[in-house]
């Protein structure tokens, strides 16, 4: 059976791991700390904070912005729940945006639209790796007129002035929009490195802080911290030196920071990143060659004039096809041992949020991606060989279901 996205555990990782089992230290410390300081030295950006999520990253963003009730946060309607989940979390209300039908990303025209007086923070989803329009975001939040409708609520969104952009990078680490890399795009970018990402660390996150120059990112990263970590003033790391024992709890916080073992992972892992986008590239350019050939094959956009993608997930779509025909070629892939996935089911399809009056009819081009898209496996082990044994199983599949 080819599995669809694998993590890369070889020697290398299981020595690290085994190195910091036996250091003495296994939670939040100097692995963790060092893995924080390669994230910024490769994405660009002044302060990185690894936490235990990417959803933790993002919420705890929204609650040090103070957004909360009565406040209101746009979003894509195609993405994974977590983009949402996080808004509901804080008590805010989500603002879904239909997306492109080119490229899955969140439609820009759409977005001034749905800004109110009440719009706290737009959160672009990178799917697949590939980066939204952030020229076209960044500059909307800019506007004159979008300014000027903008209250805030407390101090720090008083002193942005303006809508927060918040990139959801889950898919994207090493994308590249305009030259510059993924990460340092926005006001802050938000990355996974959950067990099936390019970059994992079996379960984690990290959060990117890019604010304007008037904001203190040293400040945030220390209030981020300690907000990570029940609110306490010290980590255990500090706690640890000399005579340092005694702490305080500011507020009442959350418990979602990085450990160490999960850090030595992705400090191995961040050394060798760009080889492992390069063999995915690889498997990107020989899926677009080889099934590109064909009509009914959409393949999607992954280099563009101005942007690189990650090639995190390779999203086929089947030309004029139907959902009850799409599943049953998901079905038959499965079959000839290849697995495969779907990216995703967008929110308003999902009980959760047609409970909350989200309607899938509003978003026909999300729900029309939706049910034309298959995900190929792409991982760094996949040989040539067996990305033709998945192209042939698409073929076929495809051949007996539609013709």
């Not at 250091?23 to 904070?49: D, M």
């Not at 889950?170 to 067990?195: E, K, Q, R, W």
């Not at 990263?221 to 255990?236: F, I």
Request: aromatic letters at 8%; glycine letters at 6%; a negative charge.
């Amino acid at each position: 059976m080819i599995p669809f996205s694998p993590p890369r555990i070889d020697p290398k990782i299981v020595d690290e791991v085994s190195k910091a089992l036996t250091s003495g230290w296994i939670t939040t410390g100097p692995r963790t700390k060092k893995f924080e300081n390669k994230i910024a030295n490769y994405c660009g950006v002044p302060k990185v904070l690894c936490v235990s999520s990417a959803t933790a990253g993002m919420e705890l963003i929204l609650r040090h912005m103070g957004i909360g009730p009565g406040d209101e946060v746009i979003i894509p309607a195609y993405t994974y729940c977590a983009t949402a989940n996080v808004v509901c979390h804080t008590g805010a209300t989500p603002v879904m945006i239909d997306a492109n039908e080119h490229d899955f990303n969140i439609n820009t025209d759409l977005i001034k639209k749905a800004i109110t007086s009440r719009t706290k923070a737009i959160i672009a989803v990178d799917f697949a790796g590939l980066p939204c329009d952030y020229d076209e975001i960044n500059d909307l939040v800019q506007d004159p007129e979008v300014k000027q409708l903008f209250s805030a609520n407390n101090e720090k969104q008083e002193k942005l002035g303006r809508i927060m952009v918040m990139s959801d990078a889950a898919h994207s680490m090493g994308g590249i929009y305009y030259g510059t890399t993924v990460g340092s795009l926005c006001d802050v970018s938000v990355f996974s490195f959950h067990a099936v990402k390019n970059l994992t660390t079996a379960e984690g996150g990290a959060i990117c802080l890019n604010f304007p120059s008037e904001f203190d990112v040293d400040q945030i990263y220390k209030e981020l911290n300690t907000l990570s970590l029940h609110g306490q003033s010290k980590d255990a790391f500090a706690k640890s030196q000399k005579g340092a024992w005694e702490y305080d709890v500011l507020e009442p916080g959350y418990k979602c920071n990085m450990t160490d073992i999960l850090a030595s992972i992705g400090l191995v892992e961040i050394d060798r990143y760009d080889e492992d986008l390069n063999k995915r590239k690889e498997i990107f350019d020989q899926y677009a060659q080889q099934l590109g050939k064909h009509d009914w094959a959409i393949i999607p956009p992954y280099e563009t004039d101005v942007k690189i993608s990650s090639y995190h997930v390779f999203a086929l779509r089947i030309k004029e096809v139907s959902l009850a025909q799409r599943n049953e070629i998901i079905q038959k892939i499965f079959d000839q041992e290849v697995s495969v996935n779907v990216h995703f089911k967008p929110l308003p399809l999902l009980t959760a949020y047609k409970k909350r009056g989200f309607d899938i009819g509003n978003y026909p081009i999300a729900n029309s991606l939706f049910e034309s898209e298959i995900s190929l496996p792409v991982y760094f082990d996949l040989s040539r060989e067996q990305v033709s044994q998945v192209v042939e199983a698409v073929k076929s599949s495809v051949k007996s279901v539609i013709g």
